[in-house]
């Protein structure tokens, strides 16, 4: 019998342990969960001088010297795995207040001139949607580039999956354009759907 209530007591006892550190293990996690989420949920404001057209990026991004007079952002994402760093180019052009282009016409123009000067260029999608009150189509598209274009590198072509979001007012238009490796965009989908519900318009 004094066997028996031994055994008891140091099952209960390593039960009791095993419990603690469960516990702590899971404590563990949410705090390192809850750690990642701040850090990710913060943002640093990219704002366009010209129009005041504010969009928040993840802090952790990177932002580029711009190379052109309509791009007024140029950033991406250092932790992405894989040679292709996701990517995002924001750009604004004012319309003629005479003869406004329509946001169909820009959208023809931004299709054929992707076909023209990307490789392996497929269209995917052309939807409809609403970024902050003004009408916005949603170009979905795929291409190929070669991120390390060097001989005897061994690196191979990535799919780069992409979105347009072409956001119009009757004045002027704004284009936010996102890259990512095929292969990250799972992955690169929060950051994606965050940048954008963060636009606001002037």
Do not use: C
Request: charged share 20%; aromatic share 8%; no cysteine.
């Amino acid at each position: 019998m004094t066997i028996a209530t031994s055994n008891r007591r140091q099952l209960s006892e390593d039960t009791r342990a095993d419990l603690l550190v469960a516990l702590v293990v899971a404590v563990a996690l949410a705090i390192g969960w809850f750690y990642k989420e701040s850090v990710l949920s913060q943002v640093t404001p990219a704002v366009d001088p010209n129009s005041q057209f504010q969009v928040g990026l993840p802090s952790h991004w990177l932002t580029h010297e711009l190379e052109s007079v309509d791009t007024f952002l140029s950033a991406e994402n250092p932790r992405a795995d894989s040679v292709y760093k996701s990517a995002i180019v924001g750009q604004s052009f004012l319309l003629d207040p005479d003869n406004p282009t329509s946001l169909d016409t820009i959208v023809d123009r931004l299709v054929q001139r992707h076909g023209d000067e990307l490789t392996g260029y497929h269209l995917l999608d052309i939807r409809t949607d609403t970024i902050d009150g003004a009408e916005t189509r949603i170009v979905e598209y795929a291409y190929v580039v070669q991120p390390i274009d060097q001989p005897f590198r061994a690196a191979v072509p990535v799919v780069v999956h992409a979105f347009d979001y072409v956001i119009y007012t009757p004045t002027e238009y704004w284009i936010l354009a996102f890259t990512a490796d095929e292969q990250l965009m799972a992955k690169e989908q929060k950051s994606l759907e965050q940048i954008v519900a963060s636009v606001e318009l002037p």
